[in-house]
């Protein structure tokens, strides 16, 4: 077997517009079976704009865990698979804060859940800000957009006020990169 895990069987479980759930049945290296729940959605793209010594976050109720929540901009197209993601991330950082970037630098990839899921997320740096109005989609109409110093971010980090593994991961990214 050249693979640590071979997949036996697969069968989609649920699918709707955002995600597909498939189960596998896998063989193990050492031949045993076992049982993969895999959710499969589409990249998504995380934003990390910065001005003038500030990083603007956006803060939005999150249903499934209950509690609105600071993070970087950012989003997915299920309607709209394998678009660019500079492209997305431009879209995703106008529609969420009404901000557009004279430049947007890529800092690299991340994954949202590697033990359960393929979505994979595009960091990128946008600088040279200039406002606008945002354009929130339904399901964020409740979205706030705020601009925090550095100190300010820290402080959340710290005090467990920004807590979004996929902003915490993407600010971590870009400051060993030297882009922060």
Known sequence: MTEDIATLTSRIAYENRWLRLREDTIRRRDGSEGLYGVVEREDFVVVAPVQDGRVTLVEQYRYPVRTRMW?????????????DPATLAAAELREETGLTAGQMVYGGEIFQGAGYCTQRGHVFLATELSAGAAQPEA?????????????????????????????LAALQLLRVKKLL
């Not at 901009?73 to 309607?79: D, F, L, Q």
């Not at 399901?139 to 902003?167: P, T, W």
């Open 71 to 83: 993070e970087l901009p950012m989003g997915m197209w299920e309607e709209r698979p394998g678009t």
């Open 139 to 167: 399901s964020e109409q409740d979205l706030i957009s705020r601009s925090f110093s550095f100190e300010e971010l820290e402080a959340m980090i710290r005090d467990g006020v920004l807590k979004d593994a996929m902003s």
